[in-house]
Structure formats: structure tokens, C-alpha cells
């Protein structure tokens, strides 16, 4: 079974070769996307589908629950672009590389 940081390493070499806006579809209501410098996991809403709910940290998941799923996506990776996406990395303030918060 593949482990939760072997995922978000070959998901996020995946999505920084996506173009700005496109997500990794997970499953019908989680997506995954590159931040710029992390892969942010998002649930969607379950009344609509195209639009973001929350941002979630899997490690506070069962990762067994999720591990197999997700090991699918990498051998059949499919991406969507997210208009809602979009513009939440259009309003983001800008990365400083090297700063610490």
C-alpha cells in the first residue's frame, strides 16, 4: 500500500506540470492541487460538485481508508480545471520563498 507522503510526492510532480486552475480528481467529492509550493486537498460540495467546501489535512484521515483509492488516481491520473480554483490562487498573496511564518 503506498504511504500518504509517496502519494503527495508523485501527485505533486503530476500537478506542477498542470496548468494553472486544474486539480487531480480524486474521488467524486475530494480534488487535489498544487499551491505553488503544496499540494492543497479540498473537499467538494456535495450539492455541487464544482465548487470547493473545505481544504482538509489527510494525515487527520484513516490513511488505509483513502490509500487505495488514491493509488488508482496515480495509475490513471485525471485532472479538471476548477474555475473557483482559479480565482483562490488568483486572490492568494504571493509566496516569499525562504520565509517562515
Not at 486544474?22 to 480534488?31: G, W
Not at 483513502?66 to 488516481?73: G, H, P, S, T
Amino acid at each position: 500500500m503506498i504511504t500518504l507522503q509517496e502519494f503527495c510526492s508523485d501527485a505533486s510532480m503530476l500537478l506542477r506540470d498542470q496548468p494553472r486552475g486544474a486539480a487531480a480528481r480524486l474521488s467524486q467529492h475530494v480534488i487535489a492541487w498544487w499551491s505553488g509550493h503544496a499540494i492543497v486537498f479540498t473537499y467538494l460540495r456535495e450539492d455541487n460538485e464544482t465548487l470547493i467546501e473545505e481544504e482538509f489535512d489527510p494525515g487527520d484521515l484513516q490513511w488505509d481508508d483513502w490509500a487505495d483509492k488514491f493509488q488508482r488516481w496515480l495509475a490513471l491520473p485525471a485532472f479538471e480545471r476548477f474555475d473557483e480554483l482559479e480565482q483562490w490562487i488568483r486572490e492568494s498573496p504571493p509566496f516569499e520563498s525562504g520565509r517562515i511564518d
